[in-house]
């Protein structure tokens, strides 16, 4: 009854609103126009009878991935945190040289790619220190100056590398004999096990997907009549989770591919993982447990298993379709991709959490004004260590997928030339806009390698045989008129920063029951338990209690315990 | 036992503030009791915005000669906290905020927004639970987003709250200001000129949201006004700041008696009478 009411005067102040929500507006003609040009420069070569091979695409696909990821990076410090980090390529290097100096020292190369994330990240928080003393101008310029000073030290020592730097051997070299074909090692590693599940699992999701009817089973619409009081507010969070839980499954499988250490099979691993899925699946359709209590399917839950799954069949398909010549380098190619796009989707998902989660919100505020944010409680110091850790976490895991792209580590490849092409990237894409950001890195990338491809075309005679200059330095000056447009005319990018994200807000209210005794759900319960054994209450008093604004849960909770005595 | 003194929910004393030889507050002590508006008046550069700086930690005192208290009533018991040298945040998680005269908003955010940044102690807040646990925040978000609307239908503002901050006026960033801090919960809101650059109307609307928020919420307010007469008449305890120090305290029948308060306004324009 009351939260009924409740629902009614809520509804009632949204009703008031003058406007609705605006929806992201995107720049579409400019993506497409950008996007189009350069993809036509791209193919043009290829048509004309350039080297088309497939190590071009991989090789190109996966700049882009790195790329995009490393301009995810960026953006979270320039377009969320507000800190303009111009010395980006140092902390790309930390991360490259971490990875194979624990590799050199014996360290397990997966535990090496993770301990290279963790020292990109505290140089970060290092880096956090003359952020909090130095406004955002005398901090970029003390940034630049760090990245060099990683460069010059590097350089300078024997014991890291000197100036001749390091080879990085790809683990996936050591996995399959020169002679096999792909095809042969999947037959080999008795996968054929696999491959007839994922078939099965997507003719079955085709085909509750197809009937509605059968569909009613698993989806569990949100009930619209009463949109304040949904029974099921935590199936949409346990869905969450399980979204979360399914990508990262998904990378367990590239990485073990990639390293090949599950069992000398990297196509066990993908057993391992439809596996465990499975027990999940049959779990949770079942059983009630703390974290996964017994809910219906939701679409976007099934969306994900068949973007996982198609992301496993994709690789296998390729596989087959192109024949795998010389296995050391197409194959080690192909595989460098797939890891590529894998962290590249991973670390999206992570980032575009984090941004629409309070924290974000909360870093956002700090980034238009600081001031402001802390005169309501936030601290500075503890947002700025917590996001320029976590982004150069990231730039950290990029900088090791370069290092295994490029094929060497040397302080000559960390120039903070990559560091303004990441700016161009997130210029053009859209600052504060995760997808602006991998979109910027596209169109970069793609016109880099684009143009180091056009020099084949003088090959191909008749009108292209008068081309005689350098490509390479021309699309340089090509990416600088680009900037330079971009800043007069579009300023915001092909993306714009998507500054009203009321719709998401009044959309959550809508999802989520409001009655938090009634439906409070375990996971909840045991969180909040453990949480007010650690002093922090503010789980425990969760129910509204109409304009109380000075209501106060400490107040609550001391009460309470007065009771108690 | 209970005189007026035990019932302060703020005490500050002898507060000094100098910027390069100007003594812009220079031994000021304030009270303010529980359940008394408090004003503190005095013409321009009388040093009353450096002095909410200084007390709300944003800038530092000139030297430990002073102290200053901060008391939190929950039911009968109190809470007093000794906030001489405390972080600006520290303060504020504390319970008592503060406003600036230039009202700062997140302009790039909805006012709705701008409201949802205030909560303290969100658990989305936190790195972890900001990604993995979205089924923890998600429920406390709908409160805290359920809260912010009744906030904003109190302050007459729910109708522009799909507008950016940026977008509305300046009499909204003023009530938006005050909104976002009643989001944290607080028990003492520091106004620094709520109403400066406000048309009189909309100004006297202020007011009254402010005095309905002492009365029916029991939040304590101290008060920044330049223009004494504006607050005269609702003030229960009023201080009036003349070159950094308090020339008078008192009710605002003794205030506007007192002739060292008439002369320190005298070098204001006429106008502002
Ligand atoms: N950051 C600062 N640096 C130097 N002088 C300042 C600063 N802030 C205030 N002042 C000076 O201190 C005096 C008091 O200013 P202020 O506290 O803003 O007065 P009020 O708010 O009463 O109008 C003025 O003379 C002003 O010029
Ligand atoms: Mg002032």
Known sequence: MINEKLN???????????YNPKSQTVNYTLAIIMGGLIFLSFVLPLVFGGSTNLDYFTFTITFIAIFAGLSLSLNMEVGFLGLPNFGKIGFIAVGAYSYILFVNSGVNEILSFIFAGISAGVFGIILTLPSLRLKEDYFAIVTIVVGEIIRETVRNQHQLGGFEGFA??????????SNTTFLQNILLNNNSISIILITLILIFLYFIYLNQKYSKIYAVPYSISEPFVTKGGIQEEVENGLINFTIFLGIIVIVLNFFGSFG???????????????????????????????????WDFLKTIIVFMLYIIFSYVLGFVFPVNSLSTTLSNWYNMLLAVGVLLISYKLIEDIVKSPFGRTMRAFRDDDTSAISVGKSLLGYRIKGLALSNMFAGFFGVLLAYQVGSITPDGYTPTTTFTLYIMIIVGGTANNIGAIFGAFLIQLLFQAASKMGDLQNVGGIFAGLRF??????????????ILFLIFAPEGIFPEQKNQNERYLKLLKQLSLDTEGSKSYLVRILSFFMSIAGDNSFRHQNLRGLEFTENTDEKSSNYEEEMK | MENESDNFVFKAENIHKYFSGVKAVNGASVVVQKGKLTSLIGPNGSGKSTFF????????????????????????????????????????????VRTFQHTRNFPDMTVLENMLVSPPRQIGESLIWGFLGSPLWKRQEAQNIVKALEILDFLEIAHIMNNLA????????????IGRLLMTSPSLLLLDEPVAGVNPTLANKVFDKIIELKESQGIDI???????????????????????????????????????VLDAYLGESPDEA
């Open chain 1, 470 to 483: 350098d490509f390479v330095n021309f699309s340089l000056i090509v990416v600088g008129v680009v900037l």
């Open chain 2, 53 to 96: 700086n200084v007390i709300t930690g944003f800038l530092k005192p000139e030297l430990k000669s002073g102290n200053i208290l901060f008391r939190r009533f929950r039911g009968k018991r109190s809470e007093s906290y000794d906030i001489w040298g405390m972080a600006p945040e520290s303060i504020a998680l504390k319970g008592m």
């Open chain 2, 166 to 177: 940026s977008e509305i006026s300046g009499g909204q960033q003023k009530l938006l200001a």
């Open chain 1, 264 to 298: 000398g099979s990297p196509n066990g691993a993908i057993d391992l993982s439809i596996l465990i899925l499975l027990i999940l699946l049959f779990f949770q359709r079942n059983y009630k447990f703390a974290l996964l209590r017994k809910y219906d399917i939701h």
């Open chain 1, 8 to 18: 009614q005067t809520v509804e009632d102040i949204i009703a008031k609103a003058e």
């Open chain 2, 222 to 260: 101290l008060l920044i006004e330049h223009n004494m007469d504006v607050v005269m008449s609702f003030s229960d305890q009023i201080f009036v700041l003349a070159e950094g120090q308090v020339i008078a305290e008192g009710d605002s029948a003794t205030i506007q008696k007192n002739r060292k």
């Open chain 1, 168 to 177: 990085v051997p790809l683990p996936i070299d050591r996995l399959y004999p």
